[in-house]
């Protein structure tokens, strides 16, 4: 949800003068922390709640336990980023 705020590599003293990652970007760490297994998991659960915003029907008996954890989880990040990209004065402060 925040991709796009961890590196800018025209910002980014270390990126190669040719263009591209340095070689400790977070977006290169993100992109394996992606690809493994808990990783797989979280691309998942994004899949089932894509798939259910759109209408599919899905039981419960369909999906997993880790999978439903993580859409939990997903589901109260994107309501805190919410809030915290709202402003001051649409939050009641």
Do not use: F, K, W, Y
């Amino acid at each position: 949800m925040r991709r796009e705020e961890l590196c800018d590599p025209d910002l980014c003293p270390d990126a190669p003068d040719e263009g591209g990652r340095c070689d400790h970007c977070p977006q290169d760490r993100l992109d394996a922390a992606q690809a493994s297994e808990r990783g797989l998991v979280i691309r998942r659960a994004l899949d089932l709640m894509a798939a259910l915003n759109l209408g599919v029907r899905i039981t419960m008996d369909e999906i997993r336990a880790d999978e439903l954890a993580v859409m939990l989880i997903i589901a109260e990040e994107r309501d805190a980023l919410e809030r915290e990209r709202m402003p001051n004065s649409q939050r009641g402060n």
